[in-house]
């Protein structure tokens, strides 16, 4: 793939992870709010149903707007998560063995030698999965018209 051409796609996305970022806990917070406000009218106010409000953004119950937000995510964010422990276990669960191993019979070790191997592998597979998985959100969600990305690095946005 020529990552250096132009798209001939019919549109183009700038994505900067803060503003992503930023406007998923826009909708989190906006939920939550919702769920707050539907918890105190049915508990407190006696209007368990507001039209039908309440149980739209009720957090204890399926098929409603918080659902709707979670299900589109679910798959990816198992591999969110799974990629998030892989790189860990890596990170810190091998770290600290190796590092250990290393005082104990220095660099010159077949045992040292294998651990930080395995260490390194399960950083850069945890990588690999994240990476997969958010390229596995964005084909799915633009399924019918893929967008043409440019990421942003920009920390300042």
Known sequence: MNLTTKSTLPFNIKVSPKTVLLLLLGVIMILIAANVVGIVSKLYLGHPYIFGMVSLFNFDTEANIPTLYSALLRQITVLFVVSAVVFVAGAIGFELVDGRQYEAHGA???????LYTCEESLEMLGTAIFIYALLLYIARRFEDKPPAIQATSNTSQ
């Open 108 to 114: 010159d070790d077949i045992v040292y030698a294998i």
